[in-house]
């Protein structure tokens, strides 16, 4: 069973703080991580993608990739109440028929940001 | 770019009817649709895969003659959910994945279908 772990939270931060949101895969395979962002009753919309290990930064998010360790994460600088939502970490990982790669989502970690 | 569109944004229907829900990529062409549902506070359910001029990939679990899925252009691909029953009731969201460019591996999500089965 090919999976994507996340903590479902909820995360509570100040504002201001730094938020950390983690991410672990099972497919040693995966090659393209990303992360979505998911307000209450909306769809997903796509924060970052990241594909080499190490640090992807876009602003106040910083991706980290650590294909070793199978774990992807996301930091929130200066984290907003704006910010507040759910945030869903997703991997490519081969099908099972081995022809195509399909997004496989974690349930998400809930962040709150409170003033 | 990368915007892709749902129609209808919501729905209300009588249960036994069908509804067609339609998902288009707007500034792209899209090779693979994915189409998934959402229980209030529920993680995303990936329900099948949908590749142009092909049949969809459906996940397990989820009835094909149920949830009917079209994938007849690079930028349209339809969910059609046959005799709707009030489990049916959920929020329906597609996303499109671009053929060709760096960003062929990305997906973008459409904007989300509420659908309520009464």
Redesign the interface.
């Given at each position: 069973q090919k999976e994507v772990e996340q903590n479902s939270g909820p995360l509570s931060v100040p504002e201001g703080a730094i938020a950390s949101l983690n991410c672990t895969y099972s497919d040693r395979g995966s090659q393209?991580f990303?992360w979505?962002r998911q307000y209450s009753?909306?769809?997903?919309?796509?924060i970052m993608?990241i594909y080499s290990n190490g640090d992807k930064e876009d602003g106040r998010f910083t991706a980290q990739l650590n294909k070793a360790s199978q774990y992807v994460s996301l930091l929130i600088r200066d984290s907003q109440p704006s910010d507040s939502a759910t945030y869903?970490c997703?991997v490519?990982m081969v099908?099972p028929?081995g022809g195509?790669?399909?997004?496989t989502?974690?349930?998400?970690t809930s962040l709150i940001v409170h003033p | 770019g990368a915007v892709v569109s749902q129609h209808p944004s919501w729905v209300i229907c009588k249960s036994g009817t069908s509804v067609k829900i339609e998902c288009r990529s707007l500034d792209f062409q899209a090779t693979t649709m994915f189409w998934y549902r959402q229980f209030p506070k529920q993680s995303l359910m990936l329900m099948a895969t949908s590749n142009e001029g092909s049949k969809a990939t459906y996940e397990q679990g989820v009835e094909k003659d149920k949830f009917l899925i079209n994938h007849a252009s690079l930028t349209l691909s339809t969910l059609t959910v046959t005799s709707a029953h009030p489990e049916d009731s959920s929020f329906y969201i597609c996303s499109a994945r671009a053929s060709g460019g760096p960003s062929t591996d990305t997906q973008y999500f459409g904007p989300g279908t509420r659908l309520t089965v009464l």
């Open positions: 393209s990303f979505y009753g909306k769809s997903p919309e796509l993608s869903l997703a490519n099908s028929s195509s790669y399909i997004p989502f974690g349930r998400g | -």
